[in-house]
């Protein structure tokens, strides 16, 4: 595989994402069965930040710096600090 052919499948996990959660209401994309669990929008926008401020950018890195060290990231923290649950589904 090529990094277009990484960054053409994760264009396609994008849209296998959209055709899941059609239907869904925001209430319900909340929702969070305990204070310790993800709700289903939290999920999707990690996801979505993974994908473009993770994955890519790491991507990128491996084949054009291998030798640097890979910048530091905290997608755990992004959850409050994004404020990923305040989000509308919709253009998430």
Do not use: C
């Not at 990484?6 to 996990?13: G, I, T």
């Not at 289903?40 to 060290?69: G, T």
Request: charged share 25%; hydrophobic share 40%; glycine share 2%.
């Amino acid at each position: 595989m090529n990094r277009y052919s990484y960054l053409a499948q994760m264009a396609a996990n994008a849209e296998t994402i959209r055709r899941m959660v059609m239907g869904i209401s925001d209430e319900q994309a909340r929702w969070k069965p305990d204070e310790n669990s993800w709700s289903m929008l939290e999920v999707i926008n990690h996801l979505y930040d993974e994908e473009r401020a993770d994955f890519r950018v790491r991507l990128n890195h491996i084949l054009h710096m291998p030798d640097q060290e890979a910048p530091t990231i905290d997608p755990q923290a992004w959850v409050t600090e994004r404020a990923y649950n305040s989000r509308e589904l919709a253009p998430s």
